[in-house]
């Protein structure tokens, strides 16, 4: 038995492309310690919300306002899970874009219009969270072993128990979390499966560090690739490339590509945005 990444998130949708969000001009970006890939989501969302704010203020030609975006972190800085410098100079970008840092600083409460953070209410119509995640009650129901973070014990086979396997978000290996991880976790059990069929001694597992690459505003990047660290343009390009190398790992190099190349045009529904577009062209 096979259980595969499945993670519970509480997610807000925000209806983009039409005037009245744009007439909301502050705009809180939550990002709560928790598991890494959470904070990542937080600082890549916080850092294209201001040049995508302006962009439909001026498809839909409404007077620009100033943009007002907080983000929120509970430690004393951002992705306190990775090297300080590293944590500092994507700060350092946020601040470049005009995006407001409360650090060390807890969510304590929510209402209609505001945000009570280290006991002080901060006024906001739009919140938006993206940190924290659960596991699928599907393994608390079924009396799985859970750790403290709800995440599923399995032994060096990646077994829970003989024959059940658990993967990617849901276990509690050292880097669970990232899709690379569960990319690993998947090829790593699908070879051991081929290994027991054939009458051959299975591996251990072993956790493979992933490389981890942090957008935060247009053409910037912050890179860790084990000891390395580097930021700015050229960790945009890795990013990119990145993309292409995820789609490869699960798909033909002609479909991947092809998947990839998606990545250079824009997804928009709203026809006032569509018909600017067309127009720049």
């Not at 983009?16 to 904070?39: A, F, I, K, Q």
């Not at 306190?80 to 970008?93: S, V, W, Y």
């Not at 924290?132 to 077994?159: C, I, M, W």
Request: glycine content about 8%; aromatic content about 8%; overall charge negative.
């Amino acid at each position: 038995m096979l259980v595969g990444t499945a993670v519970e998130l509480g997610v807000v949708e925000l209806v983009v492309g039409v005037e009245p969000v744009v007439d909301v001009v502050s705009v809180e970006v939550l990002v709560e310690s928790g598991v890494v890939v959470e904070l990542l989501t937080g600082i890549e969302l916080a850092g294209a919300m201001p040049e995508y704010l302006r962009r439909i203020m001026t498809n839909h030609g409404i007077k620009h306002k100033k943009i007002s975006i907080e983000l929120v972190e509970a430690a004393p800085h951002l992705v306190p899970r990775l090297p300080k410098r590293m944590g500092k100079a994507i700060e350092r970008q946020l601040r470049r874009l005009g995006i407001k840092l409360i650090l060390g600083e807890a969510v304590q409460g929510e209402t209609a219009d505001s945000l009570t953070v280290g006991g002080k209410a901060i006024k906001s119509h739009t919140v938006v969270w993206t940190a924290g995640q659960s596991n699928v009650p599907f393994y608390k129901n079924n009396a799985f072993n859970l750790t403290e973070r709800g995440k599923v014990a399995v032994d060096d086979h990646l077994q829970a128990e003989p024959h059940i396997y658990v993967l990617g978000d849901n276990n509690n290996t050292l880097y669970s979390g990232m899709a690379q991880s569960a990319l690993h976790d998947a090829k790593f059990v699908a070879e051991n499966l081929a290994r027991e069929q054939a009458g051959q001694r299975t591996r251990k597992y072993k956790p493979k560090k992933p490389i981890y690459v942090l957008p935060a505003g247009p053409n910037w990047s912050a890179v860790l690739w084990g000891k390395v660290q580097f930021y700015g343009f050229a960790g945009a390009i890795l990013r990119t490339l990145a993309d292409l190398i995820g789609f490869h790992d699960i798909e033909p190099w002609w479909h991947a590509t092809e998947q990839w190349m998606t990545e250079f045009g824009e997804q928009e529904e709203c026809p006032v945005c569509i018909t600017h577009r067309a127009e720049d062209y």
